[in-house]
């Protein structure tokens, strides 16, 4: 348990000490939140001018999830094999699996902070859910595959990718460009065809929609994505990036050459 | 009883052989230097020991058990800084005291122990990010000295640091070891070496020569050198150097050269006067002791810093 404890502790003091972290995963999506919730909705009828606010805030909310999984862990585990800490680790009676955990449960808890921001400016600017306990509930679950997958796609990153800059420029980049074109920036209604169709497949995304119709129904998120079959597919994705990206973790970052 | 026994110890990545058969046995609470310049295969012997790499072929058993079942009496420390610096000295410590499964209490305890051992107790609320180089290599050996460990593996700790830094500091770390725990350094500065209880060189893989410093000069033969700064390095400088050299042997250092002969004293002044009749400025000329880089010159014709 001290080894978890250990590497928990020090991933979530360096993710809140780093300014870049917060500015990307606290500051960046706040800032949305604050923008979308009054220049984007400008036009949008009185009524759903709440829920447009509410569904700006869940996207945001998926977008912090997103760079604290994709962009902060990797470049953690760079700087970590960067600066020799990892071989420092290799040298010392360490279970990787308890090193692999600590920082997974450091990522989650640094992540439910700034969901808990995000959610807190994104109400206080008039954000409105429609929804029962279920609905929460449903939407807690999907943002949990959020960050599931964000760690798998970010344990992959800070495997193949060597060096501190390079890591983060990988993950912003991936977080970024799959937002955009997954309509987490923009209506799904609005999404080509084919980008419709990632946004099904992409388990972020399809987790993004899923949440959102949880909280407040079809006509905001675009589609149903609470269908068995668009479930399984993201449950399944979530969880094969998150082992896929723990295994190649395991094996090449602590690989003795 | 061997602390560390290396048998014919082979490591190759494709066709390049980084270490090419090393045997070396340390003993029990010796201080043990490795010196040799970069590439020469010294950082890639101290990993396979502390278990980082793996060797092609051969052993390495420390204390009799296979090096990747003694981890826990290895204290490794990296040559490169591998504290965080967002975490204050003390956070960084008490992280490896977690890591190595003291519980919350004890590794307090633990921790301002090895604070105060290291000299760094007032500071230990700074974040790693504000310290000296040196204070922040103090900090990363004393990750490297929880109870238990028995062999402390240092690669090139010393890099970076000013030559009076470097002295505190190896003089801190035969202060704090236990009388008991192994030293083994991986250096390319003589200084350092000169500071071991004994001495490998190791050159393109193999270990080239091992001894006590003293006794290594001694058996190379080298007596006194001659070490020159000119205002400026020319061929006709060198060529007059080497005429007082034995074996015509001349070292070309960064500020001028070094030769080796018997008896420097007797030497010397004709060497100031044939300088002088052509024209070569001298701005610094004495006699002196042999190096270990004098040595590892002497044996390999290669310069440890020409070639670092």
């Not at chain 1, 680790?89 to 902070?113: E, H, Q, Y």
């Not at chain 2, 002196?288 to 670092?308: G, H, I, N, R």
Request: charged share 20%.
């Amino acid at each position: 348990m001290s080894q978890i404890a250990a590497a928990f502790s020090k991933t979530i003091k360096e993710f809140l000490r780093e300014r870049a972290v917060l500015f990307w995963t606290i500051a960046w999506p706040i800032v949305w939140v604050l923008i979308g919730s009054f220049v984007f909705v400008s036009g949008a009828p009185q009524q759903i001018v709440p829920y447009l606010r509410g569904a700006t805030t869940i996207a945001m909310l998926v977008f912090a999830l997103m760079i604290a999984g994709i962009a902060n862990l990797p470049a953690n585990i760079a700087a970590d094999r960067e600066n020799g800490l990892l071989a420092k680790l290799m040298s010392m009676p360490i279970s990787p699996r308890k090193d692999f955990v600590g920082r997974i449960l450091g990522l989650a808890a640094f992540s439910c902070l700034a969901a808990a921001l995000v959610i807190a400016v994104g109400l206080a600017c008039g954000a409105r859910f429609s929804t029962t306990d279920i609905g929460v509930l449903q939407a807690v679950g999907f943002l949990l595959l959020v960050i599931c997958a964000s760690a798998g796609i970010g344990l992959l990153v800070g495997t193949f990718i060597k060096h501190v800059h390079g890591a983060v420029m990988t993950g912003v980049g991936i977080a970024v460009v799959t937002s955009a074109v997954s309509g987490m920036f923009m209506p799904y209604s609005a999404l080509p065809p084919m980008l419709q169709q990632f946004a099904r497949v992409y388990p972020i995304a399809s987790a993004n929609s899923s949440a959102i119709y949880a909280l407040m129904g079809e006509e905001i998120a675009g589609y149903n994505p609470l269908t068995v079959s668009q479930i399984s597919l993201t449950v399944a994705l979530s969880v094969f990036l998150l082992i896929l990206g723990t295994i190649l973790y395991s094996r090449r970052c602590w690989r003795t050459e | 009883m061997n602390a560390i026994r290396v048998e014919n110890l082979t490591k190759r990545y494709g066709a390049n052989e980084v270490l090419k058969g090393v045997n070396l046995k340390v003993d029990e609470g010796e201080f043990y230097a490795l010196m040799g310049p970069n590439g020469s295969g010294k950082t890639t012997l101290a990993s396979i020991i502390a278990s980082v790499r793996i060797p092609t072929s051969g052993s390495v058993d420390i204390y009799g058990r296979k090096s990747w079942q003694a981890k826990e009496w290895i204290g490794y420390v990296p040559q490169e800084n591998f504290s965080s610096p967002k975490l204050t000295g003390r956070e960084n410590l008490m992280y490896f005291a977690r890591l190595l499964g003291y519980s919350g209490s004890q590794a307090e305890s633990l921790v301002n122990e090895m604070l105060g051992r290291i000299g760094l107790s007032a500071d230990a609320d700074k974040r790693v990010g504000k310290y000296s180089g040196g204070m922040r290599k103090r900090l990363e050996v004393a990750t490297a000295l929880f109870p238990g460990v028995r062999i402390l593996i240092l690669d090139e700790p010393t890099t970076g640091l000013d030559p009076s830094a470097r002295r505190k500091f190896l003089g801190l770390v035969e202060e704090v070891k236990d009388k008991q725990t192994t030293i083994f350094l991986i250096t390319h500065l003589g200084s350092d070496a000169e500071l071991a209880s004994r001495v490998g060189l190791i050159d393109s893989g193999e270990i080239i020569a091992e001894g006590e410093p003293e006794a290594l000069k001694r058996m190379h033969g080298l007596g006194d050198v001659i070490t020159v700064e000119t205002a400026v390095k020319s061929d006709k400088v060198a060529d007059v150097l080497r005429n007082f050299s034995d074996e015509k042997r001349l070292l070309e250092t960064e500020a001028g050269y070094r030769i080796y002969c018997k008896h420097g004293d007797k030497v010397l002044p004709e060497a100031v006067r044939n300088l002088d009749q052509i024209g070569g400025k001298v701005t610094r000329i004495e006699v002196a002791k042999p190096s270990l880089e004098d040595v590892f010159f002497k044996l390999t014709e290669k310069t440890v810093a020409e070639v670092s």
